[in-house]
């Protein structure tokens, strides 16, 4: 390198550090500003690894999305942290603002925020308070850390424009999120209490790009409410609620519950007992908050390992069935003794997703004199794109309409006339009336009453499970995820496939490819590519949404003519999705 080369590079550096210490110098928190003095000295002193961590801080600013913000905690424009997150709040509040002044002028907008018991949640949720009360919002604050499903609720029980929930839900111990909802007079009808879609994002992303210094957002010192606990007793009423013990009585079931170190336990405990399943046992080591996550590597029920503690001791205590939420309570896993095997063995949310679709059909049965849900045939049943094709086919054989959106609870939730959704990451919406987004404590209750069901007919949720596979044939599905570094990669695997489609996927050929980034009459556009074999079976592969990570769904279909051939299917759709997993894998240049 020459000294004119070496030049230029060490000017970039020294602006980093100047902007490093601006940073430090505005930062109200002083702990992440002390950190950040300390990053700069040691990276002054040519520490590799505080230089490059720098740079990750500094390179570039969290983007806004639909998801809203996500990431490591920690000082810099690319991370979550009060300077992050102040900005964020005021450019949502003047969002709130224009969009209720001009829906309904002279009128108050009113917002609703909610956090979890993740590092620095409750300070960022009381700061967004404080901006959106000096904005002029009638403001509402969570009483204590709760579920995100509990704030969802409280965007529509309260009329809300507007609603913020402080979570990193099952993301790793050192990040935290800013979710946002639309509700009121500042979105349509079908996305009140919803998460924002596009052009929301775009919008209120503009308004936090205009916000000027730091030093010009405004904080009121009160004149917020902090909601009553009554807020907490009406969701879980309204959840307890949804059970309809006339149609399906049964209430002995012997339940091991983890809230995975989050902030569900006592809401969905109390829910089931309230319920009338009383035998309810809270994994001990993970039943109170704990944002360090001690006890796993990912807080993420999908994660190998997770529900370790959870089967242990579902196992010491002969318990019928293992229910587990994230940490912020918005999914639900589910576990039960696999009578083939004996061994306990987690659900896929494929198999959740059609076990809990033909409960709310079963629900829906006959002159519909308990009032839960619509006639099948006045419903709609939705799921992601990437789920399984086995509840349309549920749905179908009810006379119920059927759709697929995009991922995301976002679309889901908009689907008109929508009575039940899902997505194959454990996310089931189950009352719409109730929370527009993925709920995993009433899915938790309605999960505890079909396997109820099950028991009392002597049955397991297996063999629920085979009967609807009798019906439309035995759906299998299996997952591909590849974490990635470098966002970069990403981008090259998708072009990859593009630039050199595949042919054929476990020795059956491709008979329609579509690239979904092009859209569609029924979807919009979004990064994916979806094959379609001559047997059926199906890939999709896309990016992920909320992590660096390329996603990869297959799906087989085997038909079954009766119980007796359930096992060699099982055999030929396991081995199907082997060959197809090989192939995808080559595909990627894996």
């Known amino acids: 390198m020459t000294s004119s080369d070496a030049a230029p590079e060490q000017s970039v550096f020294d602006q980093l550090i100047s902007a490093a210490r601006v940073w430090a110098r505005q930062d109200p928190d002083p702990v992440t500003a002390a950190a950040l003095d300390e990053l700069a000295d040691r990276a002054a002193e040519g520490i590799p690894a505080a230089r490059q961590q720098l740079e990750d801080s500094f390179n570039g600013t969290l983007q806004f999305g639909t998801a809203g913000l996500r990431a490591a905690l920690g000082p810099g424009p690319n991370r979550m942290n009060r300077v992050v997150v102040r900005r964020a709040a005021a450019g949502l509040a003047a969002f ?20 979890d018991a993740r590092h620095n949640s409750d300070v960022f949720a009381a700061e967004t ?21 509990l704030l969802a609720y409280a965007v529509r029980a309260l009329d809300c424009d507007g609603g913020v929930m402080v979570t990193a839900s099952h993301n790793p111990p050192q990040d935290n999120g800013y979710k946002v909802y639309l509700g009121g007079r500042a979105v349509e009808e079908s996305g009140r209490g919803a998460q924002i879609v596009a052009p929301y994002d775009a919008r209120i992303a503009a308004f936090i790009e205009a916000v000027g210094g730091l030093e010009t957002i405004a904080l009121a010192e009160d004149g917020w409410t902090v909601l009553p606990e009554s807020i907490s007793e009406d969701y879980r009423a309204a959840v307890v609620a949804l059970a309809d013990p006339a149609r399906f009585p049964a209430r002995e079931l012997k339940i091991v519950l983890t809230p995975m170190h989050g902030v569900g336990g006592e809401t969905a405990v109390s829910v089931l007992k309230d319920a009338g399943f009383h035998d309810v046992s809270l994994v001990e080591e993970q039943a109170l908050p704990d944002p360090d996550f001690p006890t796993v590597s990912f807080p993420n029920p999908e994660e190998p390992g997770a529900l370790d503690l959870a089967l242990a001791a579902a196992d010491r205590l002969d318990a019928d069935i293992v229910l587990a939420n994230d940490p912020d309570a918005d999914r639900a896993a ?21 076990l809990l679709g033909a409960h709310v059909v079963a629900r829906s049965a006959g002159n519909n004199d308990a009032g839960h849900e619509p006639a099948a045939s006045q419903a709609v049943f939705a799921n992601s794109i990437v789920s399984s094709r086995l509840l349309s086919r549920i749905a179908a054989a009810a006379g119920a309409a059927h759709e697929e959106t995009l991922t995301g609870f976002k679309w889901i939730s908009r689907v008109p006339g929508l009575v039940y959704g899902y997505e194959e990451a454990l996310g089931y919406c189950v009352a719409p009336e109730l929370v527009r987004d993925k709920d995993g404590i009433s899915a938790s209750l309605l999960i505890a009453e079909l396997a109820a069901a099950a028991k009392a007919a002597g049955q397991t949720v297996f063999d629920t499970l085979d009967e609807l596979y009798l019906m439309h044939g035995l759906h299998a599905s299996d997952q591909l995820s590849i974490r990635v570094a470098d966002l970069g990669l990403l981008d090259a695997m998708m072009n ?25 009459e029924q979807l919009p556009p979004t990064d994916g590519l979806l094959y379609l074999t001559r047997d059926q079976s199906r890939v999709i592969i896309r990016p992920s949404g909320t992590e660096p990570k390329l996603k990869c769904y297959l799906e087989v279909i085997v038909p079954v003519e009766s119980a007796a051939e359930l096992p060699e299917a099982r055999a030929a759709a396991r081995t199907a999705l082997d060959r197809i997993l090989a192939d995808v894998r080559e595909a990627l240049g894996l």
């Open 96 to 115: 709130v603002n224009d969009a209720v002044a001009a829906a309904a002028p002279g009128t108050r907008p009113r917002a609703v925020v909610g956090y």
């Open 129 to 149: 308070a404080a901006i959106f009360t000096a904005a002029g919002i009638e403001t509402f604050l969570m009483p204590s850390a709760l579920p995100t499903p």
């Open 334 to 354: 589910v576990a039960a003794r696999d009578p083939e095997s004996g061994a306990w063995r987690m659900l896929r949310g494929d198999e959740v997703g059609a």
């Open 496 to 520: 990859r496939l593009r630039s050199d489609p595949p042919e054929a996927f476990g020795g059956s050929a491709v008979e329609q490819f579509t690239d979904l980034s092009e859209g569609s």
